[in-house]
């Protein structure tokens, strides 16, 4: 009997272990520093940690992990997040509530702690002490090769295990999963943590005589939660409650208590850890700040105040977005951004979760409590990331995809319908692939230049996410393509942001746009826009059209002629701002070089504009 088994899963796992064979070769063989391009997003507060715990055997940044971050990356850990410590006491005495805590300011100013979750740090650390920080990319193949068996398991038990391989690959492949992958932060360990803790709680659903269909892999998967948790809240935290709603569907009241408090407790005690550590509890807050180019121990005067900038968590705003009157429009526009951005929608960069939803929904198996449950939990952490995080709820930073949500991901693949044909993998590859192709092409690059992943392709095609301009990836283009000014220094200015090579940022006599194709820009200002007066020349024929979220204007541009003509705008209220996509293109395109042989510009330049915003009648009134 188990020779059949062993027999039937052989080409699957002759699949897998070739798979993590030459995953494995790349992680230990590659130039991490170099092959990465740098650090990237939060990588240096984790990969400072993670050498912390592996060479000093403890969580703090002193000067010694500036002199070791800088020999590896002959530069300084760009974007760290810090803190200082606190002294905390714990008390129980006196009247209610009993437990007495007071912190006082760490009185050794020679070290700082780090302002992340610490879970990622502290696994790490045994695989940077053995193979440096060649060993971030070993232990994520690791990770990724227990999750891709887990979910291969649950698949090849309700399908046969071709059919299983070929959705596996495409839940991990076809997705914006393989540049996490090379992220050196904990985007790998929740996703694992996820999907192995539901595979330990749902499998016994579908393979009822196994050796995880004891109850008490329900605990095993609430501690995973629970670790979860700690690393990632939101969306993690919302995906204990299907347990337990399991739990108390079946009447298993006691239960379904256990499995919840289980994964409280777990989250507690890391939060505990952190406290233990740092003296904070919550380890974003506090006395906390973010630092470039300049780092603290860098220099005799590089104190702790006279470096870095301070991090708020922005409570304020979330509380103020949660209360305007502009709540249901913002939201049923970040909802169709969710869905479809160009950036971080879910069907671009997590399609195969999409087949998983459709193919559930069509078979017999939608009525499933378990699949209701887990779908309403991811659902639920959606709409939450949404509401608290209305300007933030793709993770910041540009990241590739939705990196908040990539952490809930993996649980859609337990959706999967019994009985599921070849097909559905099939369609999960060929969708998945038409976006992130050229991401799994090269990972390192994907991860470095996030911008450039939606500069050509199908992802051209969806809505841009206008209200989220500073957390698009072309913030960090260089050179400098996003937040740049342009027009007068006061209300009637604005802020562009460049999101493709089709137009360039402004020069003296005005703004180039390209003779290639369409360029997409977005506006940003502090008054509503009625119209843009926008004046455009060209040294050749060619018709330009001009378009702000509204309708477009065409004009035909002669050789030594000015054209002056108004666009009407049509924009969407921001963070204290209004932000508008402007579109331009031009038919025709020349090269400055070769029409005069004394320029240095090979461009392809098409027409040069000079606008000025026209405010709306009710801003205009509200200004005099």
């Known amino acids: 009997m188990v020779a059949d088994?062993?027999?039937?899963?052989?080409?699957?796992?002759?699949?897998?272990?070739?798979?993590?064979?030459?995953?494995?070769?790349?992680a230990m063989s590659v130039d991490v520093p170099r092959t990465g391009y740098g650090v990237k997003s939060d990588e240096s507060t984790y990969i400072a940690g993670a050498l912390s715990a592996a060479y000093d055997g403890d969580l703090a940044f002193e000067r010694k992990d500036l002199e070791r971050f800088a020999g590896l990356y002959h530069s300084g850990p760009e974007g760290i997040f810090l803190k200082r410590g606190k002294v905390l006491r714990i008390r129980i005495r006196g009247p209610f509530p009993f437990v007495h805590i007071a912190k006082r300011q760490d009185p050794d100013e020679s070290r700082l702690y780090f302002g992340k979750a610490l879970i990622y740090p502290l696994i790490?650390?045994?695989f940077v002490r053995g193979f440096g920080l060649n060993g971030l990319l070993l232990l994520h193949v690791l990770l990724l090769a227990i999750a891709g068996a887990a979910g291969y398991a649950f698949l090849a038990a309700q399908s046969s295990p071709a059919r299983a391989a070929v959705f596996t690959t495409a839940f991990f492949g076809a997705s914006v999963l393989p540049v996490y992958g090379v992220f050196l932060m904990p985007e790998v360990l929740n996703f694992t943590l996820v999907l192995v803790a539901y595979?330990?709680?749902?499998?016994?659903?579908?393979?009822?005589?196994?050796?995880?269909?004891?109850?008490?892999?329900?605990?095993?998967?609430?501690?995973?939660?629970?670790?979860?948790?700690?690393s990632k809240p939101l969306p993690i935290a919302v995906l204990v409650a299907p347990m337990v709603a399991?739990?108390?569907?079946?009447?298993?009241?006691?239960?379904?208590?256990?499995?919840?408090g289980t994964a409280v407790v777990v989250a507690l005690a890391f939060f505990a850890l952190t406290a233990a550590v740092s003296g904070e509890f919550n380890y974003q807050g506090g006395d906390r700040k973010t630092f470039y180019t300049r780092f603290p121990f860098d220099a005799p005067d590089a104190t702790w105040d006279a470096r870095g900038g301070v991090v708020t968590t922005g409570g304020a705003a979330q509380q103020e977005a949660l209360t305007d009157d502009e709540l249901p429009a913002r939201f049923a526009r970040n909802l169709g951004y969710f869905v479809w951005g160009r950036h971080f929608g879910f069907v671009p960069y997590f399609f195969p979760g999409v087949v998983a939803i459709v193919a559930w929904l069509l078979s017999r198996s939608r009525r499933d409590s378990w699949r209701l449950l887990?779908?309403?939990?991811?659902?639920?952490?959606?709409?939450?990331?949404?509401?608290?995080?209305?300007?933030?709820?793709?993770?910041?930073?540009?990241?590739?995809?939705?990196?908040?949500?990539f952490s809930a991901y993996p649980a859609l693949l337990f959706l999967m319908p019994p009985g599921f044909s070849v097909t559905p993998g099939m369609i999960a590859w060929i969708?998945?692939?038409?976006?992130?192709?050229?991401?799994?092409?090269?990972?390192?690059?994907?991860?470095?230049?996030?911008?450039?992943?939606?500069?050509?392709?199908?992802?051209r095609r969806l809505p841009v996410e206008v209200t989220m301009a500073n957390d698009l990836p072309v913030r960090l283009a260089q050179p400098l393509r996003g937040r740049v000014h342009y027009g007068p220094e006061d209300d009637m200015g604005m802020l562009l942001y460049f999101l493709d090579q089709n137009a360039w940022p402004p020069e003296p006599l005005g703004m180039w746009v390209s003779g290639a194709g369409r360029a997409?820009?977005?506006?940003?200002?502090?008054?509503?826009?009625?119209?843009?007066?926008?004046?455009?020349?060209?040294?050749?024929?060619?018709?330009?059209?001009v378009a702000i979220g509204s309708g477009p204007v065409s004009v035909t541009l002669q050789p030594g002629r000015t054209e002056i003509f108004e666009v009407p705008a049509a924009g969407v209220p921001g963070l204290n701002d209004y932000c508008y996509l402007m579109t331009t293109h031009s038919t025709e395109g020349f090269i400055p070089h070769l029409m005069n042989p004394q320029a240095t510009d090979y461009r392809n330049l098409g027409a040069q504009l000079r606008f000025r915003i026209a405010a709306a009648p009710d801003a205009r009134s509200d200004q005099n």
């Open 520 to 545: 997409d820009i977005i506006v940003r200002t502090v008054q509503p826009v009625h119209h843009l007066v926008v004046e455009a020349e060209s040294p050749i024929r060619t018709v330009l059209t």
């Open 246 to 260: 399991l739990a108390w569907s079946r009447r298993r009241w006691m239960w379904g208590l256990t499995v919840g």
């Open 5 to 26: 088994v062993l027999a039937r899963h052989r080409g699957p796992a002759v699949l897998g272990f070739i798979l993590f064979v030459l995953a494995g070769a790349i």
């Open 124 to 126: 790490a650390a045994p």
């Open 374 to 405: 887990t779908f309403a939990a991811l659902s639920g952490s959606a709409v939450l990331l949404l509401l608290v995080l209305p300007w933030t709820w793709s993770g910041g930073g540009g990241p590739p995809g939705n990196r908040y949500f």
């Open 431 to 459: 969708g998945g692939a038409l976006f992130t192709a050229k991401m799994l092409v090269n990972p390192f690059v994907a991860a470095k230049f996030t911008w450039q992943m939606t500069e050509k392709g199908p992802a």
């Open 199 to 230: 595979f330990l709680w749902l499998y016994k659903e579908v393979a009822p005589q196994s050796r995880f269909a004891s109850r008490w892999t329900d605990i095993g998967a609430a501690v995973l939660l629970g670790i979860g948790t700690y």
